[in-house]
């Protein structure tokens, strides 16, 4: 099936057959092209070798799992991610957060939810990465320099690699300096979405950006955290 124009490119990478079908027909009503591959090793090979939009990653798969191929996929390519588990523990999640996975769904989940998370991480990619780029924006605080045009974080010369959300979230924050803003806003703001999802997502990425940012993770010089409330970023 060849691609039409104007048609986003869906990666379902998942072992069980039944659920990669019902996926495949939902996303295809809503006007997207899918290509589905049953485990890692396949998948990973295909991820890199075509050109797609988003990746729908199942966590339990044949001949590599969900986690490396996050990781493998993620070293290359800032397209969003979208891991799939039927695991409910919140170290899983954590996991594949930390290797660059842009969210996380546990089975069992509508069709209509996949659906929406799906448009919702395209929609921000596409803004993102499409004509709002084009102005040579930089911003430039105490070593750290963050070239919006170029998606690029360098701190006191060095660069630093970011997964899109990273760099959104980090972007936001020093846009809006000494403003507090709660898991919530950040969730709203950054995943476009208000009541799907898991907020823990932006616990997540915050710690990513300390670690790749920060000195002393301890005492953060950039993002502070406000307990009770949230996040600022101190200028």
Sequence with gaps: MRQRKGM???LIVEDEQAIAELEKDYLELSGFEVVMENNG????????AEEFELIILDLMLP?????????????????????VSAKKDDIDKIRGLGLGAD?????PFSASELVARVKAHLARYERLTGSNTNRNTVIEIRGLKIDKTARRVFLNGEEKIFTTKEFDLLTFLAENPNHVYSKEELFREIWNME??????????????IREKIEVNTAKPQYIETIW???????M
């Design 8 to 10: 986003s490119r869906i």
């Design 41 to 48: 090793t396949a998948g990973l090979k295909r991820a890199l």
């Design 63 to 83: 001949g590599m799992d969900g986690f490396e191929v996050c990781k493998k996929i993620r070293a290359v390519k800032d397209i969003p991610i979208l891991m």
């Design 103 to 107: 969210d996380y769904i546990t089975k």
């Design 195 to 208: 009541s799907l999802g898991d907020i823990a997502t932006v616990t997540v990425h915050i710690k990513k």
């Design 228 to 234: 009770g409330v949230g996040y600022r970023f101190k």
